[in-house]
């Protein structure tokens, strides 16, 4: 009798623990099992036999109908920023016996109704949005007929969800002010997606910090970009074609700035002589270019840990209040940055 007990309170950790895998391995395997070797996807099957584990929904706790499982939507899963984050959310989630299920919205055509289905099925227990873009409505009339939410990185203030994000603004702001204190007047930014809150942010610290130095805006000096590193080869090759292009520029992520780098060795520029390039994230790649890039850095692992944190007091019908909760970011000083030459 003590066996069964012990069986039917099996959790993802314990088979993750008995295959010696990850819990996100193992969330692979039962979900999308043609994602996973066959081997890795054998000892997946083996383990949830051996411990008893039952990853559908009959295996919830009859007590209170959980499925100890969130749910995590991730605007592309190929951006390295967002590794970091990720794994905050799942080691947090694993200390309180959670599994963490994640959803690409960069495939968000194709994925939309199979989120749907396991928030209309209650297949998970609550969600995390790493992006303000998701592929359902999550308005505040339709809220009501949704798990509990919480959003890490992005803000969006119309969705008045629970929010755990660095002041985007102030951030940008700063990282412009000190590339026109190494004394650069012509400086470019390489922007996010017009749709995206945080890419608005970062742009309004941008002029606004022109402003304080007396610059005037130039819109022919700001590219707009996807976030990949076409898009930072793409608009580097943009402004530095101007009659006048820029002697610095202040690039939304990271992955476009290194975009942006390689782009201006294959023109022949040197980085930082002939033009300083500022990145956005502190993603480890940044640490390694070359030269190494000056950005601004998000504590990444920091913001999924504390988000998954606000759920689960959530979950544990603690009452939250929806607003912003803002961690610190920093300035990194690298080689990519430097005076602008006579």
């Known amino acids: ?24 391995t193992v969330s692979r395997a039962l979900m999308n099992p043609e994602k996973v070797s066959a081997s890795t996807r054998q000892k ?42 990720i794994q905050g959310i799942e080691r947090t989630a694993a200390e309180h016996d959670y599994l963490v299920l994640l959803g690409d919205c960069a495939q968000q055509s194709q994925q939309e109704k199979t989120f749907v289905n396991l928030i209309v099925t209650k297949q998970i227990d609550g969600m995390l949005l ?21 959003m890490a990185n992005e803000f969006a203030p119309e969705l008045e969800l629970p929010t755990v994000h660095i002041d985007n603004l102030t951030a940008a702001f700063e990282a412009v002010l000190y590339l026109y204190e190494l004394g650069h007047h012509r400086i470019g930014c390489i922007a996010g997606p017009e749709h995206m809150p945080l890419s608005n942010y970062r742009l ?7 402003r304080r130095c ?37 690039c939304h992520s990271d992955v476009m700035a290194i975009g942006a780098l390689s782009q201006a060795k294959r ?13 956005f994230d502190d993603i480890k790649l940044s640490q390694y270019s070359d030269p190494p890039l000056t950005t ?5 692992y920091q913001l999924g840990r504390e988000a998954m944190l606000l759920l689960l007091e959530q979950l544990q019908s ?3 209040q929806s607003g912003s909760r803002l961690l610190e970011s920093e300035l990194v000083i690298r080689g990519s940055t430097s005076a602008p030459k006579r």
Do not use: W
């Not at 012990?6 to 010696?20: H, I, P, R, Y």
């Open 214 to 250: 007396g610059i005037a805006e130039d819109k022919s000096y700001v590219a707009r970009g996807n976030f990949t590193y076409e898009a930072g080869a793409q608009a580097l090759a943009t402004l530095m074609s101007l009659p006048q292009p820029p002697t610095a520029i202040f």
């Open 204 to 210: 309004q610290g941008y002029v606004q910090a022109l």
């Open 318 to 320: 603690h009452s939250v």
């Open 296 to 300: 601004v850095a998000q504590p990444r």
């Open 130 to 150: 790493l992006g303000s873009n998701v592929p359902f409505d999550a308005s505040k009339e339709e809220q009501r007929n949704l798990p509990p939410m919480v």
């Open 267 to 279: 023109m022949g520029l040197r980085v930082p002589e002939d033009v300083s390039l500022m990145g």
């Open 44 to 85: 997946v099957e083996q383990a949830v036999m051996a411990v008893g584990y039952s990853p559908h929904a009959l295996s919830r706790s009859a007590r209170r109908n959980e499925s100890r499982t969130i749910l995590v939507i991730v605007p592309d899963i190929c951006d390295p920023f967002f590794a970091d984050v």
């Open 1 to 24: 009798m003590e066996d069964k007990r012990n069986m039917s309170a099996a959790t993802m950790k314990d088979v993750a623990e008995k295959a010696g895998v990850s819990t996100a």
